[in-house]
């Protein structure tokens, strides 16, 4: 069965710092794993898309990182602002017919000041 | 230019009922995709559609379907509504290749109720 596993459920960080977010998959076989950023109330807004050759991708300062030999991948978030307080959901696509994306259950960020 | 739309955003039904959701994609983008999130069970994909074809469908019951308009606009429906259907309801649209391989652009979600 097709999973996605993200770890912390939660933190809390000091405007400022960094955090890392992690994403283990068991999806097969893989096409590519995206990372979003919900904010409250809002939908989802895509942060990073990589395939399987891409082992490190930047979008601001936002960085994802994928070892596609151990099926993990993490979002590195540097030097936070309180704007960073969302919802981060990682998602993998399968090459596969019928349900083709599996969502893990989103790491809930806090910023504060 | 402008988003991803879909109307109602918050709405209210009883159960027995059935609801009807729409989702205005992009300009140019054919594909649709509908989600259904929820506090215990996070974002779950409902189903995919292209050029008014469902391509791709996960695991729901038959009481959830959806069909695409030739303006690549599509609905949603959800008949004989349960307490566990309330939801956020996203809907994405994509470029044609986009569904699988590239980038979702997310509309605001329907919140939906059920009492």
């Known amino acids: 069965k097709n999973q996605v596993e993200q770890s912390p459920q939660s933190l809390i960080i000091l405007e400022g710092k960094n955090c890392t977010l992690q994403?283990?998959?068991?999806?097969?076989?893989?096409?590519?794993l995206r990372w979003y950023k919900q904010d409250t109330g809002r939908g989802p807004v895509s942060l990073t898309i990589?395939?399987?050759?891409?082992n490190t991708k930047s979008n601001g300062r936002y960085t994802a990182t994928l070892d596609a030999d151990t099926k993990q991948s993490s979002l590195h978030i540097t030097a936070s602002q309180l704007s960073d307080s969302a919802s981060y959901i990682c998602?993998?696509?399968?090459?596969?017919?019928?349900?083709?994306?599996?969502f893990g259950g989103g790491t809930r960020v806090l910023v504060k000041p | 230019k402008a988003g991803v739309t879909q109307t109602p955003r918050y709405l209210i039904k009883t159960r027995g009922q059935q609801v009807t959701l729409s989702c205005s994609p992009i300009?140019?983008?054919?594909?649709v995709s509908w989600y259904q999130q929820t506090p215990g069970q996070g974002l779950q994909f409902l189903f995919e559609?292209?050029?008014?074809?469902?391509?791709n469908k996960g695991n729901f019951p038959g009481r959830f379907s959806g069909r695409q308009f030739s303006n690549s606009r599509s609905e949603m429906n959800v008949s004989t509504l349960e307490l566990g259907d309330s939801a956020l309801y996203l809907c994405?649209?994509?470029?044609?290749?986009?569904?699988?391989?590239?980038?979702?652009?997310f509309g605001e979600g329907s919140r939906l109720t059920v009492l």
């Open positions: 998602v993998v696509s399968a090459q596969a017919a019928g349900n083709k994306l599996t």
């Open positions: 559609y292209f050029s008014e074809t469902q391509r």
């Open positions: 994403c283990n998959y068991t999806v097969s076989p893989f096409s590519n």
């Open positions: 300009s140019g983008h054919r594909s």
């Open positions: 994405a649209s994509s470029t044609v290749e986009g569904f699988v391989t590239g980038e979702l652009f």
């Open positions: 990589m395939t399987f050759s891409e």
